[in-house]
């Protein structure tokens, strides 16, 4: 299973479309056997599930995403969990465990300062 988190430097971003890279993670069992980042290349509507599906991304993890994106992700067989936040390796670790749960928020604004992930 393939699994990434949208991310600022070592932290969930609040945003996914507007995060510096994806994490990727590489699942086997409840084990991580690999993991690498992905620069994001850029925020372009319907670009990026398409990009994530062909790097054969699952699940994608944020803080916070719109009501469209999700719709695509879910077109393109990857499973959405918003309302994540913290350090990438504390959230996989809760990916892994079964307790990271999807708040199903969907981000309204494209000024986010921060709040898509409450």
Avoid: W
Wanted: hydrophobic letters at 35%.
């Amino acid at each position: 299973m393939r699994v990434t988190i949208a991310s600022e430097g070592n932290n969930v971003s609040g945003h996914f479309g507007h995060c510096e890279g994806f994490k990727v993670y590489d699942i086997k069992g409840k084990k991580i056997i690999n993991e690498s980042l992905v620069e994001n290349p850029g925020h372009k509507p319907g670009f990026l599930p398409q990009f994530l599906n062909d790097l054969g991304v699952e699940i994608i993890i944020a803080g916070g995403m719109g009501e469209r994106a999700q719709q695509l992700f879910n077109k393109n067989n990857i499973d959405v969990i918003v309302g994540a936040c913290g350090e990438c390796g504390e959230v996989i670790k809760r990916f892994l465990d079964g307790t990271l749960v999807s708040s199903g928020s969907v981000c309204r604004e494209h000024e986010h300062e921060g709040d898509c992930g409450e």
